[in-house]
């Protein structure tokens, strides 16, 4: 079987979500993951917010008896449009990035701010000439469709990084919220599938519900895993439909405004039925192992 490359970026510890595509993409054997990067999600809620990112990382890692190479990414957002945060894990990507193809391309997925791609690209601009896939999970909607109102959190989170990658020319597959959005799963379905199934399985169940607990305490019973069709497009680039758009620029209130309009691809919809259940039917099989 040939492997697809891949590196996830990840906001890990930002909310529950990014979890399942971690363990998603670590237990597909079609994907060769060279390396994950922890990644800041703001000053919101934690002043170190990259650093609880590594650690839960390390969390699932050691839930699953794996060793994966993890390169720290950037503690913060880049100062301006010029200057990068230079990183370990800006440092990956550019390496992963000179041992890619035209046949065996990189797919870097960023599950929160682009922080560590701008960063990489203003590090080395030759990046854009390779054949790098930027997959990323951020912005609103297009054409006022939308799933909520409001700054979109992982774009709000480094405005000026997401203009650096939207303007290099790198090739980007964008996933915006009222996408993104749509990928949900309720605790009956957790609970059935996978509870019981193995100490990775309870924990990924258990940080879910204590996250809605603690920052949702009206009723719910349910949560977005909105960072998983990342994993999703990775494994089967085909499952999405998807307009290919000029690349804009965003203001600093997160609206699209005209940029350098190469074509871009912005995903519509997502297989939903095959990303979870052979996300679900993985976890199980984890289990059994």
Not at 178 to 201: C, D, H, I, M, P
Not at 224 to 242: E, K, R
Request: aromatic share 8%.
């Amino acid at each position: 079987m040939k492997r697809r490359r891949v590196i996830l970026n990840t906001d890990a510890k930002n909310e529950a979500d990014d979890q399942y595509a971690i363990v998603h993409a670590l237990l597909s054997p079609s994907l060769d993951v060279r390396g994950l990067i922890p990644a800041h999600f703001g000053e919101h809620r934690t002043t170190r917010s990259m650093e609880e990112s590594r650690e839960e990382i390390d969390r699932l890692l050691g839930l699953m008896g794996l060793d994966v190479p993890v390169a720290n990414g950037a503690s913060r957002a880049i100062p301006d449009e010029y200057t990068p945060n230079d990183s370990h894990g800006a440092r990956l990507i550019i390496e992963e990035s000179w041992l890619a193809s035209g046949n065996d391309p990189l797919y870097i997925g960023f599950l929160g701010p682009l922080t560590d791609m701008a960063s990489a690209i203003l590090l080395d601009p030759t990046i854009v000439e390779r054949p790098v896939v930027v997959i990323w999970i951020g912005g609103t909607g297009y054409d006022g469709l939308d799933s909520w109102n409001g700054l979109e959190f992982n774009l709000g989170n480094d405005i000026a990084a997401a203009n650096v990658v939207m303007t290099s020319g790198i090739t980007v597959w964008q996933i915006p919220r009222n996408v993104f959005s749509q990928v949900s799963v309720g605790y009956a379905e957790l609970e059935e599938k996978l509870r019981g199934t193995s100490a990775l399985a309870d924990y990924l169940i258990d940080q879910l519900v204590e996250w809605n607990t603690q920052h949702h305490p009206d009723a719910i019973e349910s949560r977005t895993l909105g960072d998983s069709p990342v994993v999703g497009l990775m494994l089967f680039p085909g499952g999405c439909s998807f307009r290919l758009r000029p690349a804009p620029r965003f203001d600093t209130e997160g609206y699209y405004v005209r940029g350098a309009g190469h074509p871009m691809r912005v995903i519509e919809t997502v297989d939903v039925r095959f990303l979870l259940e052979d996300m679900f039917a993985k976890i199980r099989r984890f289990g059994r192992s």
